[in-house]
């Protein structure tokens, strides 16, 4: 049976079936969309928890999340490292739940589809991966960049003899807490920090055995601001590939 229908039929039932769930969401001056994708996550699944990792937002993102009494707020303003991948990390380090879901804060993940991850990693799965089917309104080059990039990324994990992926440039996944924190504590010196593609340094440091499952989702518009990628996450991402 669907696993997202037999939630839907059973919605009593499964009203707090997700207090066992940290939902983290890695933030840089998101203030036209955190407070919204917060109250959209909260509603859906009422006793997720909540952990935003902010990366030292000059704008009103911080105001906003700590207002939500439901949600926890990072302060990374005074750190020496920047970058999304050790935002995340931070965030995965104080989470006490069993399952941890990244998300991105801009709204271009369906936040619809962490409970059907969730599922997936209840029944067998060690880790969820969000696998984009479609990227309306993406310039060629962007596209162009994608392939490639994914194409090294698989390279690289073919190489290392790492898990498969269907979409290693994916920044929005689900994984079991303990998988990612021991991994993490092992071969921390393997993860590019200032980086931005969190998941795929997971990915290299795991032993093949290790179960992916997915998700399939279409990638979703930007519900405001504007995109933080730049030249700089591009020379990271091919620095990781050989760490």
Known sequence: ?????????????????????????????????????????????????????????TDRTKEIVENMPFCRFIDRSDKDIKGLTISVIDAVRQTKSMHCVIIDGDGQHPYMKIGEMVEKLRHGAEIVVGTRTAVPGWALNRRIMSIGASYLGNLCLYLRRSPKC?????????????????????????????????LFDLL???????????????????????????????????WSLFK
């Open 166 to 198: 269907a979409d290693v440039m994916s920044g929005f996944f689900a994984v079991d807490t303990t998988l990612f924190i021991t991994y993490l504590e092992l071969k921390y010196y393997r993860f590019e920090l200032r980086g931005y593609k969190v």
């Open 1 to 57: 049976m669907d696993l997202v229908r037999e939630l839907e039929r059973r919605p009593e039932k499964n009203k707090n079936r997700y207090y066992d769930v940290t939902v983290i969401i890695p933030t840089l001056n998101e203030e036209d969309n955190i407070g919204q994708l917060i109250k959209d996550i909260f509603k859906t699944y009422p006793a997720i928890n909540i952990i935003v990792s902010d990366d030292g937002s």
């Open 204 to 238: 290299k440091v795991l032993p093949k055995h290790i179960v992916v499952d997915k998700v399939e989702y279409e990638f979703g518009t930007r519900r405001g601001g504007t995109s933080k990628i730049n030249k700089s996450h591009i020379k990271l991402y091919f």
